[in-house]
């Protein structure tokens, strides 16, 4: 059986040196508000960056507040998954804000739960103090991920809840309720984009050869990892296939073809009702 190499300190580490566990929550309360705050500010003036992605979760957004969860029986979230536009409408309904400006909260606690969670992976590695501030420093200012923050796309959310699965799978002590929680997760990732139906073979397979007991126990552990988000997307699929005639909807150039907003006057000038 495959193990993974020990996260324990090396011997002669001086504890000295390592931030204690006050120390460490500072560190990672600074960083999380220094992300946040530069997803403020990269969208102070406009507001959420909009494209023609982002104009469809937000009309299925509006859809929901105003007939909740209809469009489960209409030819509607069939190319783009429903998580996100869900995600939308209940934190616009009880921020009494405009979609958004959900989607901009929702960027600013991403992105700092995100660079939350990169520090808290990296001290179970090494607790030295400038490589938990280099590697902080590294996150907040990611040019990628600012462009990511400020924009109103799923990828916030979906990368959110990827680190929170990696997290749990390779740090839980207890093999089951791991693989159960890091289940639930995977269904909300697959839910938020399609892609996250890549993590189900990649995590069954982590799991199987990083479980410690004999065959049965592995496979068994693996089953609780990967029947609720099989289950649940398989069932999505088909409601699909059921409404559009298609499991996934339409093919990205068919969709490229349909109504698009301009987005070069401004994030905020976008025509989100074209």
Known sequence: MLKLPSLNLP??????????????FLVILVFAILTGYLTIRSTSLYGPGLSPDSTGYIRLARDIQSNELQFLSENQAVSQPPLYPIVLAVTASLGDIPIQDAARLINVLSSAGLAALILAGVSQVTLSLPVLIIIGLLSSFSVPLTLIWSMAWTEPLFIFLLSIILLIAAGGRRPILSASFAG???????????AGIVLIPVLSAYFFFTQPGHLWKRLRGVAVYAVIPTLLFSLYVLRNY???GTPLGSSLAAQENGPTCAHQSGPAMCAVDC
């Open 11 to 24: 011997r002669g580490t001086s504890h000295r040196s390592l931030p204690r566990r006050p120390q460490l």
């Open 184 to 194: 639930l997760l995977t269904a909300a990732a697959c839910f938020t984009r399609y």
């Open 242 to 244: 059921a409404v559009s």
